[in-house]
């Protein structure tokens, strides 16, 4: 069987809220319907197959799963189950995997893990959700290695959020990091903003500080804009 079927059956699979065992059967179920389509309409088949979405409704209706685990749910459920890992791994690692919190097939919270990681909680290269860690990291609570954004947001390189702790650069509310930090309340080597520490700063509000010199001698294309 081709793999473009093989990948909408999986589609359908991951959308279903059940036990391995019930996958299995309901795997089996749909190849045979594929391979009579095929037979049937040869390569024309799969324009006749349904919409996943459709089709993973269906079986969760026809199965009554509305009711199976709902007590290890931790938010209201709706159908199907939002939720994709991918088949493909590097270095052992899902290319992506996305979740709302919720393994149908263990009935628990769920962690995000791949290269690519989206959900409540995310782990990976890069990350998105509530509380995410990666290399370049997007969250309510964000770390990254290189680059982390969200409400609060840390990072060895470059922070930007509510407040961000950085290394190297710094943004937001409040910044604090090692080299420059932009915001209302800042602190840094270099500090810009409303209140600030630092050995170099400038004071957005009355437009004192040494940090003009600073830039005069290291960077002078920013120097304008102090001015």
């Known amino acids: 069987m081709e793999k473009r079927y093989l990948d909408y059956i999986d589609d359908v699979v991951s959308r279903i809220d059940t036990d391995s065992q019930t996958k299995n059967k309901i795997k089996q179920s749909l190849t045979e319907h594929i391979e009579a389509l095929i037979e049937k ?11 996943v979405e459709k089709v993973a409704w269906e079986f969760s209706e026809n199965l009554q799963l509305q009711d199976r685990k709902e007590y290890s ?41 791949g290269i690519f990681a989206f959900g409540p909680v995310a782990l990976g290269v890069f990350t998105a959700g509530g509380i995410a860690l990666g290399v370049f990291s997007f969250a309510g609570i964000s770390a990254g290695v290189l680059l982390a954004l969200g409400g609060l947001s840390l990072s060895a390189l470059a922070s ?23 915001g209302g309340f800042a602190v ?25 010199e600073w830039f005069r001698n290291y960077l002078p294309y920013f120097v304008k804009f102090f001015q």
């Open 73 to 113: 749910y931790p938010w209201p459920r709706r159908y199907p189950v939002w939720r994709r890992v991918s088949q493909k791994k590097i270095f052992n690692i899902p290319l992506y995997h996305i979740t709302d919190g919720y393994n149908p097939e263990t009935g628990e919270f769920e962690i995000a893990r």
């Open 41 to 51: 309409h040869g390569s024309l088949a799969y324009n006749k197959l349904d919409p």
């Open 188 to 212: 840094g080597h270099i500090a810009i903003g409303g209140e600030v520490f630092g050995e170099y700063i400038y004071k957005t509000t009355t437009g004192e500080g040494n940090a003009v």
């Open 160 to 182: 930007l959020g509510g407040a961000a702790v950085a290394g190297l650069f710094a943004a937001g509310g409040m910044a604090v990091s090692f080299g420059l930090s932009i």
